[in-house]
């Protein structure tokens, strides 16, 4: 099935971005849907966005409508998060999930396979 890396976190100051990609090695994206969770310490990991399967319908979470943007490229091999306008409320460490299911899928028991994790810390 191959395993998803998650690259492009790092330190950045409020009010910056940062963009981070989800690549799946050994298979496309384009027909299972992908998401964005991110777990600050001491803290469950949330859902933060949603991009579809063949469809490519996205869904966020409330805090970050309007500052990030889920999406994939053509070739269909990865996931990016653009992240805009970041607080340091966002600082966490960002995963990427795939999922054979369909629908707004929120709960970290609806994904099958994740990746390592990327580091996002936000300055103020």
């Known amino acids: 099935q191959g395993r998803l890396v998650e690259s492009g976190g790092g330190l950045v100051q409020a009010g910056g971005s940062l963009r981070l990609s989800c690549e799946a090695s050994?298979?496309?994206?384009?027909?299972?849907?992908v998401g964005w969770f991110r777990q600050a310490p001491g803290k469950e990991r949330e859902f933060v966005a949603l991009?579809?399967?063949?469809?490519?319908?996205?869904y966020y979470v409330n805090s970050v409508k309007g500052r990030f943007t889920i999406s994939r490229d053509n070739a269909k091999t990865t996931v990016f998060l653009q992240m805009n306008s970041l607080k340091p409320e966002d600082t966490a460490t960002y995963y990427c999930?795939?999922?054979?299911?369909?629908?707004?899928?929120?709960?970290?028991?609806?994904?099958?396979?994740w990746g390592q994790g990327t580091q996002v810390t936000v300055s103020s």
């Open positions: 991009i579809t399967g063949a469809a490519g319908n996205t």
């Open positions: 999930a795939l999922s054979r299911r369909s629908g707004y899928l929120r709960l970290t028991n609806d994904y099958d396979y």
């Open positions: 050994g298979r496309t994206l384009s027909t299972v849907s």
